[in-house]
């Protein structure tokens, strides 16, 4: 049994986007696999979705609801798991098989090359396995030093790249980012649709637009000079895979 797991609190993601994770990862796996999502609202969300409370973090107020919330799923024990574990953000598409996601390099953490920081030895954490319990002073010590973490730490993901002495990095065509892969550049953005390369398995919409604004060409900008460069066509390929 392969298990993903993912995480939604707040109102931004709604069940839908839990339950058309799961349906892609059924998709998107030869081998038994299942989703468990952890939560502080698992009304909506498909029965056959193990849904868990998201344990308690010591952050202030103003961090609870970002992604320094993640960090939760370094506790240990974690609900009923063991071994490796696939994290997925809400934001993504799969796009293809992810059992070679359990294989590669097993036993390790694993992780996105950051986009915007590519020599830097920082991974992005909207697709990362670990295994279960070997890193789990990550969220202990969260748990107890909180002010000097985030101190010395502006972002979780840097913290954990730093905390961490074993981190590979996935290949790089596996996982891209809509925004910073796969969005031709300005000006060609007005009149090209992002493609999708035939080998990556997972897009990633970190920021905006999501799925469903970049599935319409909506991308949301309060400011009026940013309309001027952000800008995506309707992308047709999302509706294919994200459903």
Known sequence: MQTIICMKWGTRYGAEFVNRLYSAIQRNTDRKTRLVCFTDDSSGINPLVQCEPIPEINLPPELIHTPWRKLTMWASPLAD?????LFLDLDLVITGSLDPLF???????????NWTQPNSQIGNTSCFRFPIGKYSHIYDDIQTNPDEILKKYRIEQVYISREIDDMVFWPPLWCASFKHTLLPRWPINFFKTPPLPK????????????QDEA????WPVKSWYKKVYKHVRPTPWIAEHWQ
């Open 81 to 85: 798991l063991k071994g490796d574990v």
């Open 103 to 113: 294989d590669y390099e097993a036993g390790r953490f694993c992780v996105i090359r």
């Open 199 to 210: 080998d990556t398995r997972i897009v990633a919409f970190t920021g905006k637009p999501d």
């Open 215 to 218: 599935l319409i060409g909506h």
